[in-house]
């Protein structure tokens, strides 16, 4: 009986991940330099479409919500409303940075909407490109 309800409590729980968002960019610094995380920066727009997918789409699977939560602090930056480090350049929204050691290392802009595969693709490339590797 424990079993089962054991088994029913992680199916629910994997069905309901959901990426858990830092409330701005100075927290999510403080909270990586804590844990040792990256920062996951996702810099979009109120009318970007693209965003809208990614938000509605792509980080409410649960894989999704579960790889960056397990590699990064994630942030959104509004492109309009939040101000942007002069090191991150939107390049088109949305566009994703990896943020490390307080913003002294920044990987390559990611620029624009993916599938869930290969969001985590792209971003477990710019991870290892900047050398983190994940057990």
Known sequence: MRRALFALMLIVGTLFAEVEWA???????????ESGKPVLVMISQESCNYCFFMKSQVFTKPRV????????????????????PPYLK??????????????????????????ADAFIERMQKELERMGFRHP
């Open 23 to 33: 409330m701005d960019y100075s927290d999510a610094l403080i909270e990586s330099k």
């Open 90 to 115: 939107p390049y088109g929204t949305p566009t994703f940075y990896i943020v490390a050691d307080g913003g002294k290392r920044v990987s390559r802009p990611v620029v624009g909407a993916a599938k």
């Open 65 to 84: 919500a579960r790889f960056i939560n397990e590699r990064f602090i994630p942030v959104e930056l509004d492109l309009q409303s939040d101000p942007i």
